[in-house]
């Protein structure tokens, strides 16, 4: 099993020292899915939210979302993000939607976090929007689908 790098010799947590690593273009690529009924995802597709533009509005939410992740988990490190987009890909059959969020950055340390952060809060939103339709969407599967980039190299969930 992996040393965990946040607790120190004593067993304090603390913040990894990335001070000698080398800064490398790193890639995340996370995913997270709402789940609602089909008649919100009509609306949804619709625009018919009275709210607004619930994929517009959430996609906003997932890049600030993913330049604060710094200030939500405590031993992430403030990043320079060089790119977040955030996409959405509806499924009518299934009445859900699948969030994306892609990630990059030139620097010592990952984007993971900040990928999973712009998943998470772009799907808050969409349930923040069209929670007066619909109470009991579901929001699943929030994973981190790859990454590149770094000392461990790339990751691809199987």
């Known amino acids: 099993m992996p040393k965990l790098t946040h607790i120190d010799q004593?067993?304090?947590?603390?913040?990894?020292?990335?001070?000698?690593?080398?800064?490398?273009?790193?890639?995340?690529?996370?995913?997270?899915?709402v789940s609602m009924k089909p008649a919100t995802f009509e609306?949804?597709?619709?625009?018919?939210?009275?709210?607004?533009?619930?994929?517009e509005t959430a996609r906003i939410a997932g890049v600030m979302a993913a330049k604060k992740t710094a200030d939500l988990i405590p031993m992430c490190h403030p990043l320079n993000?060089?790119?977040?987009?955030?996409?959405?890909?509806?499924?009518k059959e299934t009445s859900s939607i699948r969030i994306e969020a892609v990630a990059r950055i030139f620097d010592q340390t990952g984007v993971e976090m900040e990928a999973l952060s712009a998943v998470a809060v772009a799907g808050l939103t969409i349930y923040d929007m069209c929670k007066a339709y619909d109470r009991e969407m579901t929001i699943s599967d929030i994973s981190l689908l790859r990454k590149t980039g770094g000392k461990s190299g790339s990751f691809i969930k199987e």
């Open 81 to 91: 993000i060089t790119h977040i987009a955030v996409d959405f890909f509806p499924d």
């Open 43 to 55: 609306m949804i597709q619709n625009q018919t939210i009275k709210k607004g533009n619930v994929f």
């Open 10 to 33: 004593e067993g304090r947590v603390r913040m990894v020292d990335v001070t000698d690593k080398s800064p490398t273009i790193r890639t995340a690529v996370a995913q997270g899915v």
